[in-house]
């Protein structure tokens, strides 16, 4: 990962084969294990140095260093047992080597005393808060200006939890289903009673996805705000609907089981590699009516004008953090510029496909107003014949800046993920 710039998941698999690691359970456990390490990065490394000073610990091998930050969570952070993490150590010295580990073993038996606690005396309040709530000092910074303390502080502490799972069913594999008859897979689920047939899972995900409603296309595992998202879109049958940056497909087939199957939809995405994925999920769900074209949503190849234009462009995903927390340790103030341009021509781009009356839905999984709001106004200013419409359903908040019309969600008072949407209607 910090070599290579892949994902968890993907290291966790280089990983495993180097070392021969094939137990479906172990890997869970694993893949866990380094999402946790993750969320907690910045506090754990800074117990770490409370061992190792910066040029000793720059000194020190990757594999070592991401041990003992382990070693910190497991101590600081789960508070496990001394059997825990004595055999945590033992399987250290046998993946690591006890030759490498030998020199470390004083910062192993000091880490593991459970006796370090976080230095404040030499930091100034913001890198408090930057450790406490585990987040880039710049984002703790810049929440705090948009939401004010108390607001960003409830968001940024719920990052430090998993966000729950949600299904929801689809209708173009399960007819006469209704949300009092029960979710269709032998998995506990509270029904989400604004919507009917979603429900928030209590099992994890992963197992939903071996269930035999899943493989058979009977539901779908997409986020309430996302969700959300597509209901606001709300297209009728027959409609014509230009889907932006879509793979990997769940708003694509929602689209579809609103639209019954009836009508058309172009789905757009600059990867092929994700559009391989969305024809799977096409086929998976039975949608019919979706053809995916393969190219940048800043500047298509195609002329058609279409009754609804959703919009889900690149994002910095700042939402998303309780769900992939290295995203914030990636992230930084310049690219979140870089974003919210290229989101700006997505959207000029997609307003020009928007037919007389109909209209054009934009989302992100940002909470940041740069993504959002900022960009709503210079697109608004731009082109007059466009208007923001109220949304139904309406879950969230109003958004920011007098943007009342938008809506909003935030993961410490909506459980799911940051994210914003708006609907707007052609006019002319």
């Known amino acids: 990962m910090a070599y290579s710039g892949i994902g968890e998941r ?30 907690y990065q910045n506090r754990l490394e800074h117990i770490v140095r409370r061992v190792l000073n910066e040029r000793d610990l720059q000194r020190t091998p990757h594999g070592i260093s991401s041990f003992l930050k382990i070693l910190a969570y497991l101590t600081y952070i789960v508070g496990a ?55 880039p000092s710049w984002f703790v910074e810049r929440s705090i200006e948009v939401f ?31 949300k009092d008859e029960g979710i269709p897979v032998q998995v506990p689920g509270t029904p989400i009673e604004q919507i009917p047939n979603v429900w928030r899972l209590e099992a994890a995900g992963k197992a939903i996805a071996r269930s035999r409603s899943w493989v058979e296309g009977e539901i779908v595992i997409q986020d309430l705000a996302s969700i959300t998202a597509g209901l606001v879109a709300s297209p009728s049958p027959g409609a014509i609907v230009l889907d932006l940056c879509a ?16 009508g058309e939809i172009y789905s757009v995405d600059i990867s092929s590699k994700r559009l391989s994925y969305w024809r799977k999920e096409m086929k998976r769900t039975g949608c019919s009516i979706a053809s ?49 341009s290229r989101q700006y021509a997505i959207l000029q781009n997609a307003s020009e496909h928007v037919d007389s009356d109909g209209v054009l839905v934009y989302c992100t ?17 731009r082109n007059p014949d466009f208007k923001l419409v109220r949304q139904e359903p309406f879950l969230g908040l109003p958004g920011l800046r007098g943007f009342d019309q938008c809506q909003r969600f935030y993961p410490h008072l909506h459980n799911c993920n940051g994210y914003f949407i708006a609907k707007l209607r052609r006019t002319d």
């Open 10 to 39: 993907t290291a966790l698999f280089k990983a495993a084969e180097e070392i021969g690691v094939e137990a479906a359970d172990e890997l869970r456990q694993a893949h866990r294990l380094i999402m946790e390490t993750t969320r």
């Open 148 to 178: 004010g303390r108390n607001f960003a502080l409830q968001l940024l502490r719920r990052n430090l939890r998993p966000l729950p799972n949600y299904v929801r069913m689809n209708s173009l594999r399960v007819k006469r289903k209704t």
């Open 247 to 262: 793979a990997p497909g769940n708003k694509t087939s929602h689209l579809a089981s609103m639209m019954q199957n009836k």
């Open 292 to 340: 995916p074209i393969c190219a940048d949503a800043g500047d298509m190849p195609i002329e058609a004008k279409a009754d609804l234009v959703l919009v889900d462009p690149p994002c910095s995903n700042t939402g998303v953090l309780a769900k992939n927390p290295s995203i914030k340790w990636r992230i930084t103030p310049t690219q979140i510029g870089e974003f919210a």
């Open 365 to 381: 999984c940002s909470v940041l107003p740069e993504e959002n709001e900022e960009i709503l106004h210079s697109f608004l200013s």
């Open 81 to 135: 047992p001394e059997r825990q993490i004595e055999l945590s150590v033992k399987w250290a010295r046998y993946v690591l080597g006890w030759k490498e580990l030998h020199i470390y073993e004083k910062s192993i038996a000091l880490i593991a005393s459970g006796t370090l606690a976080i230095d404040t005396k030499r930091l100034n309040e913001l890198e408090q808060l930057s450790l406490e709530t585990c987040h």
